[in-house]
């Protein structure tokens, strides 16, 4: 899947979900997988980084996490 799943992780960064091929569709992957009332968002693969090293330090606004919440 082309698909990524963002979300805070609750300590200041980001979460990444890399949904599986499990006969979901992101949409459903994420509201059940995004922790209940947390904003998401589902972006192309290529807009996470691909440098892991600074993993840690990534960060998203919370405004743009637009396309629901978690269930």
Do not use: F, Q
């Amino acid at each position: 899947m082309e698909k990524r799943i963002i979300h805070p992780n609750g300590v200041g960064g980001v979460a990444v979900i890399e949904p599986g091929d499990c006969g979901l569709t992101v949409e459903e992957i994420a509201a059940k997988d995004v922790p209940s009332g947390v904003p998401y968002k589902i972006v192309n693969v290529t807009d996470i980084p691909i440098d892991r090293a600074a993993r840690n330090a990534w960060t998203v606004d919370v405004d743009d996490l637009t396309d629901g919440v978690g269930a």
